[in-house]
């Protein structure tokens, strides 16, 4: 990251904040004090016409604010899924909404009128959750964000990692189970393969033989049920055995767990901890936590993004 950041905006500014997901495209115009001025939410359309849902949405919300209020938006921040090239402001690569190296170049700024910043969803979503959320002055934190998938981010001595990619944090596709399933990654036996919400609802049916949607309902029944309890068990061994690696490399003092299944509380975060107490030998067991801003991590790390201008 060779690029200067840009500077906070200032205390009175309002922000927009956007957060694209598989399946809904989120915005909030904010205060300072995170007061929502403005929110909306439209369905994702496939491929690159999400980009025109984007920017209609984007209008919507500008359109309800005073002009006054108009005044004072600074700054805008976009959060995509997939591979994104924050620097070169390209959406290189979404398999679930169909993109490939869309160029965005300035038609969010030429659109709304104010500079716009383009970013990972995860990615600021993970640094929300520790700059201000869970993490909060803590130096050494793994953010892992559990819905259909596994990622997240690694925040190093008081540093976010970025990697080669802008991207760091591919938790769920840490091969860990040899004999495992099939990931649609191409490898065998990924931690997502076992513990994402969507494999955790799978596995217990399957295992009970009773019909399962949904991840949550496996946790409601972890109090009485002795399977819900073993498929926990065994989501969890499979990201503690994932996760070891990073443990000790970089020893951190803490994981927070957001996304959907997030919800699921001290069930999910016991189950880890028990986990990798059973792992960890030279190194301490880190902290285990739920994520402070829930399932509006996106939103939040939006918001956050555009009002100091850099994951940093
Ligand atoms: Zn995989």
């Avoid at 980009?51 to 005073?66: I, Q, T, V």
């Avoid at 990697?163 to 399933?181: F, K, S, T």
């Avoid at 609802?201 to 309890?229: H, I, K, N």
Wanted: aromatic share 4%.
């Amino acid at each position: 990251m060779s690029s200067k950041p840009p500077a906070a905006v200032s205390e009175r500014a309002l922000v927009l904040g956007m957060d694209v997901g598989g399946t809904t495209i989120k915005a909030e115009i904010s205060d300072d004090a995170g007061t929502v001025l403005a929110a909306g939410a439209v369905p994702t359309p496939p491929g690159e016409a999400a980009f025109d849902a984007m920017l209609d949405l984007g209008d919507s919300l500008l359109d309800e604010l005073s002009a006054a209020d108009r005044s004072r938006i600074e700054r805008a921040a976009v959060l995509l899924p997939g591979l994104v090239d924050s620097v070169r402001s390209i959406a290189v690569f979404s398999s679930n909404v169909g993109w490939r190296n869309v160029t965005i170049g300035s038609r969010f700024t030429d659109r709304w009128q104010v500079p716009v910043l383009i970013d990972h969803d995860v990615a600021a979503a993970g640094w929300a959750e520790w700059r201000f959320g869970a993490g909060r002055d803590r130096d050494t934190v793994c953010v892992i964000v559990i819905g259909t998938g596994i990622s997240g981010t690694l925040s190093v001595a008081g540093k976010f990692v970025r990697g080669a990619l802008g991207q760091a944090g591919e938790y769920g596709h840490i091969p860990v189970r040899h004999d495992g399933m099939l990931c649609p990654c191409g490898n065998i036996g990924c931690v997502e393969t076992v513990a994402s919400a969507a494999n955790i609802a799978r596995t217990y049916a399957l295992r009970t033989g009773t019909e399962c949607r949904s991840a949550a309902t496996v946790f409601a029944r972890s109090d009485t049920d002795p399977q819900a309890r073993a498929v926990i068990a065994d989501a969890m061994d499979a990201l503690a055995d994932g996760l070891t690696g990073v443990i000790h490399a970089v020893c951190p003092e803490l994981i927070v767990l957001g996304g959907g299944l997030a919800g699921a509380g001290a069930a999910l975060t016991d189950a880890l901890h028990q986990a990798l107490t059973a792992r960890l030998r030279v190194v301490p067991v880190p902290e285990v936590a739920i994520g402070a801003f829930g399932p509006r991590a996106g939103l939040a790390g939006a918001a956050l993004l555009a009002r100091h201008g850099a994951l940093s």
